[in-house]
Nanobody, 119 residues
Framework: QVQLVESGGGLVQPGGSLRLSCAAS????????MGWYRQVPGKQRELVAT?????NYANSVKGRFTISRDNAKNTVYLRMNSLKPEDTDVYYC???????????????WGQGTQVTVSS
């Protein structure tokens, strides 16, 4: 079984920064992609950033957020700078993973971590 564990969410002032982390564990053979999504009640879950051999960002976070990964630790990070109140959301970790032995490929989700930007 594959598990994604997120950390780093919290309350910050506008203009502040946070660093989110997500570590994947379990019967992992290969991780093809990792990323971050966000969602508030009543809204569609939206892509924030993904990383494969390259990075991809939502237009709303370009220039402010940076996604990176540590392959040895099966961990993806999201550095969020210049945070705005509209960045307030639950942020979800996502990973495209093939499991060990069977090499079955699927998408896995973390439980989410709350980010609140407020003065």
């Amino acid at each position: 079984q594959v598990q994604l564990v997120e950390s780093g969410g919290g309350l910050v002032q506008p203009g502040g920064s946070l660093r989110l982390s997500c570590a994947a564990s379990g019967s992992i053979d290969s991780i093809y992609a990792m990323g971050w999504y966000r969602q508030v009640p009543g809204k569609q879950r939206e892509l924030v950033a993904t990383i494969t051999s390259s990075t991809n960002y939502a237009n709303s976070v370009k220039g402010r957020f940076t996604i990176s990964r540590d392959n040895a630790k099966n961990t993806v990070y999201l550095r969020m700078n210049s945070l705005k109140p509209e960045d307030t959301d639950v942020y979800y970790c996502n990973a495209d993973i093939a499991t060990r032995y069977t090499r079955v490929r699927n998408i896995y989700w973390g439980q989410g971590t709350q980010v609140t930007v407020s003065s």
